[in-house]
T-cell receptor, first 112, second 109 residues
Framework: IAGITQAPTSQILAAGRRMTLRCTQD?????MYWYRQDLGLGLRLIHY???????GKGEVPDGYSVSRANTDDFPLTLASAVPSQTSVYFC???????????FGPGTRLTVL | KNEVEQSPQNLTAQEGEFITINCSYSVGISALHWLQQHPGGGIVSLFMLSSGKKKHGRLIATINIQEKHSSLHITASHPRDSAVYICAVSGGSNYKLTFGKGTLLTVNP
């Protein structure tokens, strides 16, 4: 692994189903982030984690949850997906010494 | 009002033209970022700056802290520069970014 990876690349999901988007980084970055990107709205922060064991809410956290059990992984869970959660989801990470963020390739999620 | 405003929203240029994309922000910041996103592609950080000017190849980023304004310039534009350019600002201790909505640049051959 080099950098930050996300899985799956894309997913079509029925409304009401539970879904976990995976994010893994191998840069030993302390901070990790989940964004959604929607046409006309740009990137919006869903949840973040400044270090393993801590998480915080971003701009649009409702309907999403995260966990940070270790430095490398930061999964995003939709407990009961709704069509308004159709979006492209980006995971990112940064080290605690600076704020340049490194982005994963994204997950395109469609909720029907 | 958004905390980060970009202009223009869309920009079409001919190959070789000098391009400027603007970003204004309304909050105190520790740094301003310019990012690039190619169609269907991932997001790459181009610059992070807190003062003055930075240059990387044909790309130049400037920031005026007093005026809360930054510009991204592309010299001798090329079709491969076609992408969405995103301005973002960071501040505080959480390293969280606040993004502009992006500028879609199309460079025609």
């Amino acid at each position: 692994i080099a950098g930050i990876t996300q899985a799956p690349t894309s997913q079509i999901l029925a409304a009401g189903r539970r879904m976990t988007l995976r994010c893994t980084q191998d840069m030993r970055h302390n901070a990790m982030y989940w964004y959604r990107q929607d046409l006309g709205l740009g990137l919006r922060l869903i949840h973040y984690s400044n270090t393993a064991g801590t998480t915080g809410k971003g701009e649009v956290p409702d309907g999403y949850s995260v966990s940070r059990a270790n430095t490398d992984d930061f999964p995003l869970t939709l407990a009961s997906a709704v069509p308004s959660q159709t979006s492209v989801y980006f995971c990112a990470s940064s080290d605690s010494g600076g704020v340049t963020q490194y982005f994963g390739p994204g997950t395109r999620l469609t909720v029907l | 009002k958004n905390e980060v405003e970009q202009s223009p929203q869309n920009l079409t240029a001919q190959e070789g033209e000098f391009i400027t994309i603007n970003c204004s922000y309304s909050v105190g910041i520790s740094a301003l970022h310019w990012l690039q996103q190619h169609p269907g592609g991932g997001i790459v950080s181009l610059f992070m700056l807190s003062s003055g000017k930075k240059k990387h190849g044909r790309l130049i980023a400037t920031i005026n802290i007093q005026e809360k304004h930054s510009s991204l310039h592309i010299t001798a534009s090329h079709p491969r520069d076609s992408a969405v350019y995103i301005c973002a600002v960071s501040g505080g201790s959480n390293y969280k970014l606040t993004f502009g909505k992006g500028t879609l640049l199309t460079v025609n051959p």
